[in-house]
């Protein structure tokens, strides 16, 4: 049986290719997605079962923070059940996958995380303060390149720093940075950075996630919710500073504090949380919940950034990725069949 660190995708990752998914791979979940559903329709909203079944993929409605988070959050609790023949020794989570990781984990059961994902998705929706957009700071071939990562924060405090613009660093994803602010930081960024192709463009519906700019919707939050809610996780569990919150020595109010609080005002450190999972745990394999296929390069260049088992590029990774599979991504179909 393989050791397996689950990683828990956040926000952007059901697209096009993801309709319908939840009925498709998961006719055996009928239940779970009628009790989710019950929960939308508590709360006047469209229900799971209406969105993955459009007819047609739309991204003003799909890609809502209040309809995205609850279908993501569906797609990867259900593909967490589906897991045969591993041993999870870890989870760990991108931006909102945290709150996945959460349930997956058993600090949260399946309807608290729900409500508590569906909740700040709708949150953040209804306030919706300032955007994100993508910048890579590795080239094609995926090796480190600390000198441009430095630019790049440089050029980020530097708009900072300048009256009436906020920029920060919201996510690090390995070989890409996720920078969040307000228009005016956004476009100074836009204007100064070296265009990146697509890679320089603000991210639909998506507000200034993990900076200070959410502080309101972080005391909404911590006045909404209790620290009650939580339990200890069954299995660890690997937060955005790469800190580990262990079974049965878990403070849950400072559990509570940073899901509220640090998690959702501060940058999210994706790739160090990797890399401490790679390292404390020494897994056989990276399972990358769905739905979709974007987070499995993310991970792969974590791990190459912190130079797991000596890949130091993409073709390295490709190599050792080829003669003994260590990361599989549940959103691609090949991949998927290996898991459950």
């Keep these: 049986m393989k050791r397996a660190v689950i990683v828990c995708p956040g926000r952007g990752t059901y697209n096009k290719p993801e309709l319908g998914s939840l009925s498709r791979l998961h006719p055996d979940k009928t ?34 923070g209040d309809n995205a988070s609850a279908l993501i959050y569906a797609a990867s609790y259900a593909d967490f059940l589906s897991l045969k023949d591993v041993e999870v020794v870890a989870v760990t989570g991108n931006s909102m996958g945290w709150y996945t990781t959460l349930a997956c984990a058993g600090a949260l059961d399946a309807d608290q995380g729900f409500t508590l994902v569906n909740t700040m998705g709708q949150m953040m929706q209804d306030s919706l303060i300032g955007g994100q957009l993508v910048y890579p700071v590795t080239g094609d071939d995926w090796r480190p390149d600390a000198a441009k990562r430095a630019d790049v924060l440089k050029l980020v405090s530097r708009i900072h720093a300048t009256a009436g613009h906020e920029l920060a660093l919201s996510i690090d994803l390995g070989g890409m940075l996720v920078l969040a602010g307000n228009d005016a930081g956004l476009d100074a960024f836009t204007a100064q950075a070296k265009p990146q192709a697509r890679f320089l463009m603000r991210l639909a519906n998506h ?134």
């Design 31 to 64: 239940a779970l997605f009628a009790a989710f559903d019950k929960a939308r329709l508590a709360a006047g909203q469209e229900t799971l079962a209406d969105l993955d079944g459009a007819g047609r993929y739309s991204i003003a409605k799909h890609t809502r």
């Design 207 to 340: 507000a200034a996630f993990h900076t200070a700019l959410q502080k309101p919707v972080s005391e909404a939050a911590q006045k909404r919710f209790d620290a009650s809610m939580f339990a200890q996780p069954c299995v660890p569990m690997i937060d955005g500073r790469g800190a580990i919150w262990w079974p049965h020595a878990t403070d849950t109010d400072a559990l509570f504090d940073y899901t509220l609080g640090h998690q959702v005002i501060e940058t999210f450190d994706f790739r160090h949380a990797i890399s401490i999972a790679a390292r404390e745990f020494a897994p056989d394999i990276f399972i990358v919940l769905g739905p979709g296929t974007t987070l499995g390069g993310a991970v792969a260049q974590s791990l190459i950034s912190c130079n797991w088992r000596g890949m130091d590029s993409k073709e390295s990774f490709q190599s050792l990725q080829t003669e003994a599979p260590f990361l599989t991504s549940m959103g691609r179909e090949d991949q998927r069949s290996l898991v459950i």
